[in-house]
């Protein structure tokens, strides 16, 4: 079944540092091109940052630019999404998505992120 889970939100406060993990099964996350996506209450998605299959390039939302950084582990099958320097106007729920070609996209079910003192 293919299938990806987001974990690793939570509650931090402004400065703080909060790791997301996606883990994938039923393909091979290493050969997928994986977006992050954020959404906050009343706004629109927003694409946060993509790496493509391979990791050739990645590419990050101005807004997250310098704090954010994805990394593959394909020995585990996972993405992560590391966030530093987190603001209150980074609080939304994170999603990843797979672009499987043929098959389509396959999202993960959210992990919500609140920054808040």
């Known amino acids: 079944q293919v299938q990806l889970v987001e974990s690793g939100g939570g509650l931090v406060q402004p400065g703080g540092s909060l790791r997301l993990s996606c883990a994938a099964s039923?393909?091979?996350?290493?050969?997928?091109?994986v977006k992050w996506y954020r959404q906050a209450p009343g706004k629109e998605r927003e694409l946060v940052c993509h790496?493509?299959?391979?990791?050739?390039?990645?590419n990050y939302a101005d807004s997250v630019k310098g704090r954010f950084t994805t990394s593959r582990d394909n020995a585990k099958n996972t993405l992560y999404l590391q966030m530093n320097s987190l603001k209150p106007e980074d609080t939304a729920m994170y999603y990843c998505?797979?672009?499987?070609?043929?098959?389509?996209?396959?999202w993960g079910q959210g992990t919500q992120v609140t920054v808040s003192s």
């Open positions: 998505s797979a672009d499987l070609g043929p098959a389509g996209d396959v």
């Open positions: 039923g393909f091979s996350v290493a050969s997928a091109g």
């Open positions: 790496i493509n299959p391979w990791g050739v390039w990645i």
